[in-house]
């Protein structure tokens, strides 16, 4: 196997699923009355699994040997349908609460996006590589489930001003259904101005047509991402209202409530607050993009705490895509990852303390055992994956440490201590300093109970790394 990325293992090495089922990812999904549902139990354990819905709704079929639920409902409503899922060793049982209503992605949405990867190499073979590992590495097992192809898919328009794939995408109605064949979601990108940042076709003045053809390939997912709208289009007109932010985003907002399947819209504008919600985005992306270097992955945190209040369910702040594994894809050919692995504990812990979408983007077909168990461990996933939809809050900001601190749905808070200096440093953190109670404290990482600490607590954090940490009475 290629090794990308770090191969120590830092004091922070997770813990394999063990033998006994688990049933992790989302516990709330929200769809629309009369889209197809699409949602696939992800659980862990020793396979062969048999997944059964125990009060299933008679709108809704669910496979016991692959734990997909398939389904439409006709009206609004909330339904909790209680989760079984046994093997020979023994079985879990979980709540899924499905709000069939307007509101999509109620948690961050989860999966794998190709720029950081692939960059415009990007092709049909290399996609679904990537979809293949993440079934076969267990990706899906805990969560991780669209599958988004970002720029450098697009061809030419025909003659009826349709926007073809290029000559990469032989298939994409193809490599669509047999994403869907496997209980994960795909998703599409696209540029509300004339040309993409890559100077592929955009969708300005094409929005009904190409959200027709996107219809027709079944996509779960657009990233509508500003580019030449901004210097075309924009900055011609001259005209700075929130109006004229917003009307690219409306314009292909309408296309797409027209087609009866459920998209989540992620717009990339890099301005949106506070509109984003008027244009019914679910995601809005706050930053420009992420690279493997210590600088951005250290100090975005602070950049956006103070947007934290515009943060709920189904309108996630988007701190761009994860740069963990294989990296530089932006610049033609993936290469080994430039962050430490204690820099990949404290990205990967950072963005789920800010319950941002967490978006994958290395070659994860040739990802090495280090990222895959940084991206498998459910303690640490369940944090931004929590329903309160809380962002973490910056509470204690030093040149040496931060101390940030999310508030989760069962009254329990996750802490994170990250250590900005290159050498180990010891923090004490007082509970009344972070406005907690003190209580039993769990190492998320390590997934171990480190006792009762009903004041303060200290730790010793490695270089650049991080302490993960759970809070409960
Ligand atoms: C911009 C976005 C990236 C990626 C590229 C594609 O730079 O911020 O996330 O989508 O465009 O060209």
């Given amino acids: 196997m290629k090794l990308f990325g770090p191969k120590a293992q830092t004091i922070s090495s997770p813990p394999a699923p063990g033998k006994i089922p688990r049933i992790n990812g989302t516990t709330v999904f929200g769809v629309r009355p009369n889209s197809p549902l699409v949602f696939k139990i992800a659980a862990t354990g020793e396979k062969p699994l048999e997944y059964k819905v125990l009060n299933l709704p008679q709108e809704l079929a669910v496979d016991s040997k692959t734990g997909m639920i398939s389904g439409k409902f006709s009206k609004e409503g909330i339904h909790i349908l209680k989760i079984r899922v046994t093997n020979k060793s023994g079985k879990a ?56 192809i970002d720029d450098g898919w697009q061809g030419a328009r025909n003659a009826k001003g349709i926007l073809e794939p290029n000559e990469k995408f032989p298939d994409m109605k193809g490599l669509s259904d047999w994403i869907h064949s496997q209980g994960l979601k795909f998703g599409i990108y696209s540029s509300p101005g004339p040309t993409t940042c890559l100077g592929l076709p955009g969708s300005w003045q094409y929005e009904e047509k190409d959200a027709a053809t996107w219809a027709g390939w079944d996509i779960d997912y657009l990233k509508y991402d500003l580019c030449s709208y901004k210097w075309d289009i924009f900055d011609k007109a001259g005209d700075t209202s929130q109006t004229a932010w917003m009307k690219p985003f409306l314009s292909m907002r309408k296309p797409l409530d027209a087609i009866p399947r459920d998209i989540v819209y992620s717009i990339c504008s890099y301005n949106t607050i506070p509109w984003a919600a008027k244009v019914g985005a679910n995601l809005t992306r706050l930053l420009g993009d ?46 080994p990852n430039h962050l430490t692995p204690d820099e990949q504990y404290f990205h990967m812990s950072l963005w789920s303390l800010l319950a941002t979408p967490l978006f994958i983007s290395c070659d994860l077909a040739a990802a090495d055992d280090f990222t895959i168990s940084l991206l498998s461990n459910d303690e640490v996933i369940e944090v931004n994956q929590d329903p309160l939809g809380q962002p973490a809050r ?34 004490t953190v007082k509970w009344s300093d972070l406005s907690i109670n003190g209580g039993k404290v769990r190492d998320l990482w390590r997934q171990k109970n480190l006792g009762k600490f009903t004041t303060e607590f200290t730790t010793e954090v490695t270089p650049h790394g991080v302490t993960l940490i759970k809070i409960s009475r």
Avoid: C
């Fill in 394 to 427: 910056l509470k204690i900001n030093t040149p040496e440490y931060q101390v940030w601190v999310k508030e989760l749905e069962d009254g329990t808070n996750a802490v994170g201590i990250f250590n900005l200096k290159n050498e180990h440093q010891n923090v």
């Fill in 93 to 148: 049982e979980k709540e899924l609460t499905i709000h069939v209503g307007q509101t999509l992605a109620l948690t961050p949405p989860m999966g794998w996006n190709s720029w950081n990867a692939f960059g415009e190499s990007v092709s049909q073979e290399k996609v679904k590589a990537v979809a293949q590992t993440m079934i076969d590495k267990g990706l899906v097992d805990h969560g991780w489930s669209y599958v988004n």
């Fill in 290 to 335: 992420n690279r493997d270097e210590w600088m951005p992955i250290s100090t975005s945190g602070s950049k956006i705490d103070k947007y934290w209040a515009h943060q709920r369910p189904g309108l996630w702040n988007d701190e761009d895509l994860l740069v963990v594994g294989s990296s530089g894809g932006w610049e033609g050919k993936a290469r």
